[in-house]
T-cell receptor, first 118, second 116 residues
Framework: AQSVAQPEDQVNVAEGNPLTVKCTYSVSGNPYLFWYVQYPNRGLQFLLKYITGDNLVKGSYGFEAEFNKSQTSFHLKKPSALVSDSALYFCAVREFTDRGSTLGRLYFGRGTQLTVWP | NAGVTQTPKFRILKIGQSMTLQCTQDMNHNYMYWYRQDPGMGLKLIYYSVGAGITDKGEVPNGYNVSRSTTEDFPLRLELAAPSQTSVYFC???????????????FGQGTRLTVV
């Protein structure tokens, strides 16, 4: 069975400081991992996804994510936070029904509200 | 390029009423999804479709129905609205074939539904 955990409901950081939003996952096969961001009253926007072999993934708006297979984690990071990064962040995992299948549902974590204060 | 378009943006329903949430995408994506988002609960999959004429249940399908007569459209039907269906509904789409299994999903802006 698949699951995604975001252990922190809220993360608060000062502008200019590095930020980390945590995500751990559980899947039976290879992990297909994503980060999405949601601004108020908007839909989800894709930030980045894990590609096999690249433990550090770079995405939009200066975000990156570090994949750690032994810790089953995919934490979102940014070296220097901006006030405009304040939003709700979702980690997601896609699990395929079998190795050759394209049928893969996305399962989302509960979300982490990031607040960057000036 | 419009992407994924949902209508309406807001709606208030009375208990027992029915309505259809519309979703259309112009990216020729084969997969489409309906999610509901409740505070602190993340997104839960209601129904999904892997192509025209093919739909299947997700995690929370009770009280909903879908159809997929064309590649572009994936409407969600609520037959007898209940207060438990008060939520924000998101439609999404993605393009997935054998060599492109791990593509990202694109989301609409959501429909905020209140059942009173």
């Amino acid at each position: 069975a698949q699951s995604v955990a975001q252990p922190e409901d809220q993360v608060n950081v000062a502008e200019g400081n590095p930020l980390t939003v945590k995500c751990t996952y559980s899947v039976s096969g290879n992990p297909y991992l994503f980060w999405y961001v949601q601004y108020p009253n908007r839909g989800l926007q894709f930030l980045l996804k894990y590609i096999t072999g690249d433990n550090l993934v770079k995405g939009s708006y200066g975000f990156e994510a570090e994949f750690n297979k032994s810790q089953t984690s995919f934490h979102l990071k940014k070296p220097s936070a901006l006030v405009s990064d304040s939003a709700l962040y979702f980690c997601a995992v896609r699990e395929f029904t079998d190795r050759g299948s394209t049928l893969g549902r996305l399962y989302f974590g509960r979300g982490t509200q990031l607040t960057v204060w000036p | 390029n419009a992407g994924v378009t949902q209508t309406p943006k807001f709606r208030i329903l009375k208990i027992g009423q029915s309505m259809t949430l519309q979703c259309t995408q112009d990216m020729n994506h084969n997969y489409m999804y309906w999610y509901r988002q409740d505070p602190g609960m993340g997104l839960k999959l209601i129904y999904y479709s892997v192509g025209a004429g093919i739909t299947d249940k997700g995690e929370v399908p009770n009280g909903y129905n879908v159809s997929r007569s064309t590649t572009e459209d994936f409407p969600l039907r609520l037959e007898l609205a209940a207060p438990s269906q008060t939520s924000v509904y998101f439609c999404a789409s993605s393009y997935q074939f054998r060599e492109h299994r791990n593509t990202e999903a694109f989301f609409g802006q959501g429909t905020r539904l209140t059942v009173v």
